[in-house]
């Protein structure tokens, strides 16, 4: 017993002298980066930045930030970040920095602006924090500019390769489930057929998960194919049970077209119930980020840095089964994540 707790305190002794090791012998020719937050907020945004910038100032590194994503970075509207500027924002949603969609950015003359504000302002590196919109720019402006970029992946869809879960999905999903609870509540006390909406563009994660979090009776996710007519047989089966009320969870980006147009194709077959679309649409962006995105967005922020410090560029920093990983940016939004289909199956078994 003695020994296994000495060994463990060796443990930390030495990983702790590695890291002070490693954060206080820095070789790295890099001395300023840029940081910005870009595309759909997710909480948990400002966990990240508090994490680049505290690191980065431990490591000599000097920090200057772009408010409202590209749009600033081509504007050059941009400000210094010390450590004390990210204190008392762990817990906030949003993003301090502001977050846009840029247009501009989309074309070459865009990201050559963009490059030449890099250029004047010496800043020899990147960091961006967002999904996979902000990554296809990034990794263009990387290429086509030879600029060091290293992306930290921020979005409530969970749709990006490369890391199990992304910053926001967390709060995002308990945000949802909450929600889904009390609507529970009431159409219990009507007996009636919800149809609830949640967000996911193009991925069904937060139905797949708030679907079965909620006890919903049917999850309709983008990734498989949704057969209306499977879906009334579905439905008939579990209203014509001993239940009187229903809860349908559908993606956003399903292929019905969402909870309203489902609506519409279903009014005729079940007129006998009282049904009722409730879309939850931004809500689930917003709000305090849950303890485990404020430690993922912290373990992110500081292997930014670290990437950078490291020599990589073009990377997304991730983690994949509890380790770090780094993935090429490419490779993050190109490809199609999987969602889980044990899920799925449960999800049915348990209905
Ligand atoms: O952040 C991703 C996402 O939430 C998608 O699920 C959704 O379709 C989209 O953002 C909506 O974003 P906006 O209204 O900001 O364009």
């Known amino acids: 017993m ?7 305190v060796l443990r930390v002794l030495s990983l702790s002298a590695y890291q002070n090791f490693e954060l206080q012998n820095i070789t790295n020719p890099l001395k300023t980066i840029g940081i910005l937050t870009s595309g759909g907020d997710s909480p948990g945004m400002n966990a990240a930045i508090r994490a680049v910038v505290r690191t980065a100032s431990a490591v000599g590194f000097k920090v200057i930030a772009f ?7 081509i504007a ?7 450590s004390s500027d990210v204190s008392n924002i762990i817990q906030r949603g949003g993003t301090i920095l502001k977050s846009a969609r840029c247009e501009e950015f989309r074309t070459p003359e865009g990201r050559e602006k963009a490059a030449q504000v890099l250029e004047d302002k010496g800043i020899e590196a990147l960091i961006v924090i967002g999904g996979d919109g902000t990554f296809q720019g990034a990794s263009l402006i990387g290429k086509e500019h030879d600029i060091s970029v290293v992306g930290i992946p921020a979005t409530i869809d969970n749709d990006l390769v490369g890391s199990d879960e992304t910053i926001g999905y967390d709060t995002a999903l308990n945000t949802a489930m909450d929600a889904i609870d009390n609507i529970r509540d009431t159409a219990d006390a009507h007996d009636r057929l919800f149809l609830v909406e949640v967000m996911g563009r193009d991925a069904g994660f937060i139905a797949l998960e708030t679907g079965i979090a909620g006890g919903a009776e049917l999850i309709l996710l983008p990734e498989s194919l949704t057969n209306v007519k499977e879906v009334k047989n579905s439905l008939n089966d579990v209203l014509y049970d001993k239940r009187r009320s229903s809860l349908v969870v559908v993606a956003e980006g399903d292929e019905t077209g969402g909870a309203l ?7 005729a077959d079940f007129s006998k119930y009282e049904m009722r679309v409730c879309i939850l649409g931004h809500v689930q962006r917003g709000g305090r980020p849950s303890a485990r995105d404020r430690v993922l967005a912290s373990r992110l922020g500081e292997a930014a840095i670290r990437a950078l410090k490291d020599g990589h560029s073009q990377v997304m ?3 994949v089964n509890n380790s770090m990983k780094i993935t090429p940016l490419k490779m993050t939004f190109g490809k199609k994540k999987d969602i889980n289909f044990e899920l799925v199956e449960l999800a049915k078994t348990l209905r």
């Open 317 to 319: 920093v991730g983690i």
């Open 261 to 267: 147009k489902l609506s519409e194709k279903l009014r």
């Open 2 to 8: 003695r020994i296994k707790k000495l060994r463990k």
């Open 76 to 82: 050059g509207d941009s400000t210094p970040l010390g």
């Open 67 to 73: 408010r409202h994503g590209y749009k600033g970075l």
